[in-house]
């Protein structure tokens, strides 16, 4: 500990040994099916020199590149730390084709990497996640690796409280963290949006590390959608409610209101971080003002969502915030709709809810400790992640994969059919 302290303060005061370096990379999906975009960090600015990916079909011949830009930005920590964002997309890729890639510029590059550009024809493979740091969710990182490297899953979804937090140590937790997930997150697309951890000063750094897709409002990785086969994923923020931000809640509720009318896809996939339903030590369950704002709403100031959801039959919602797995029957209106097989679920009259908190984080909660409550299906205390499967048009399944060790253990597989 005093040696990393020592290294810390020599970082601040006279800056990182080949500070140039390029780290931090990982991929993200841009929202166009035949882009890939790259985004990586560097500990110094590249004066005078341009940031870009080059790429290829094999790792001798990458012979295909794409410009960079660089965004420098100050750490909100008492010395101001600035780092240095580039980002850049591969444009005109072919599904199901592996690319080979390195980033950097003309003062360092990368390793090589690669990815599969994925093929929206075949079923979607995604690891779906809240809550996740170095500190408590290590084998749930090492469960990722080892998953990723048997090509298991095609993209993943970080549900908010990412590292815990980004910003601590003048943001030097962040670079930890960014550099951890790197074994996976720079081969698979690695999908953020913002918890309570991120709020700190105007969610400063998952404006800053990240490339979301643009939803044309803020365009600040926030809150987004993309399409992906069968599926419209929404990505919503709910700390701009328990913030109180009502310009910023508006603004979001109408961008909303018109990305699901605009939706054509068979299946809708909503997540934010803040639950609206599940189990917990109260007899009400998670009924906190700050996290059911985002659902009832607050006269004209806040607009609620769940009514909004409902109405566009919204087929499944997760959440994370609570550090623990639980599914639950579909509902509405806090009353669920229960059916003879809970582990096959068909043509659901609201969205099945599934909280997926329990990846990594510091304070874990076991389910023998909570108030079941009446909707409640599965409640599960291992640390894991929620496994999802979209097959077609008709059926997706979940799961929920406990970490324990790096092969693996499934224990709540649920089917979703639909007409």
């Known amino acids: 500990m005093i040696l990393r302290l020592l290294l810390a303060t020599f970082v601040v005061c006279f800056g990182a040994v080949n500070s140039k370096k390029v780290e931090q990379v990982h991929l993200s999906l841009s929202g166009n099916p035949d882009e890939m975009v790259v985004t990586w ?112 899953f095609d993209i993943i979804i970080h549900i908010g409280d990412l590292a815990y937090d980004l910003h601590d140590q003048n943001g030097s937790t962040g670079d930890d963290y960014m550099n951890a997930i790197e074994p996976f997150a720079a081969y698979v697309p690695y999908m953020v949006f913002a918890g309570n951890h991120e709020v700190d000063s105007n969610f400063n750094h998952i404006v800053n590390r990240f490339t979301m897709p643009k939803n044309g409002v803020y365009d600040n990785n926030l809150f987004w959608s993309f399409d992906y086969g069968f599926v419209h994923f929404v990505a919503l923020n709910s700390e701009y409610y328990a913030e109180e931000m009502s310009k910023e809640t508006q603004q979001q509720y109408k961008w909303l209101e018109q990305d699901l009318a605009q939706n054509t896809k068979k299946w809708t996939i909503v997540m934010f971080h803040r639950p609206w339903y599940c189990s917990s030590k109260k007899k009400k369950g998670c009924h906190d003002d700050q996290d059911i704002l985002s659902r009832d709403g607050l006269k004209d100031v806040f607009p609620g969502l769940e009514e909004l959801l409902n109405q566009h039959k919204v087929d499944l919602i997760l959440y994370g915030h609570k550090h623990t797995y639980e599914r639950m029957w579909p509902i509405y209106n806090q009353s669920p709709f229960k059916s003879a097989d809970s582990g096959h679920i068909k043509n659901a009259p609201a969205p099945v809810y599934i ?65």
């Open 41 to 152: 960090l560097t500990q110094d600015p590249l004066p005078n020199v341009t940031p870009y990916v080059a790429f290829g079909l094999t790792k001798d011949d990458l012979r295909l590149t794409a410009k960079g830009v660089s965004t420098g930005w100050a750490d909100q920590g008492k010395h101001g730390v600035m780092r240095y964002t580039h980002r850049a997309t591969m444009q005109k890729l072919v599904p199901g084709q592996l690319y080979y890639y390195q980033v950097g510029s003309s003062a360092a590059m990368s390793d090589t990497f690669h990815f599969r550009q994925p093929d929206q024809s075949l079923p979607l493979r995604a690891a779906i996640f809240g809550d996740l740091s170095i500190y408590k969710g290590q084998q749930s990182i090492d469960q990722l690796i080892a998953a990723k490297k048997e090509n298991q």
């Open 355 to 419: 909280l997926t908190g329990g990846a990594g984080c510091h304070s874990h909660e076991d389910p023998s400790d909570h108030i079941i409550q009446d909707f409640s299906v599965k409640a599960l205390g291992e640390y894991g992640y929620t496994f999802l499967t979209v097959y077609n048009s008709t059926h997706l399944s979940t799961d929920f994969v406990d970490t324990s060790d790096t092969t693996g253990k499934f224990l709540d597989p649920f089917v979703l059919e639909k007409n």
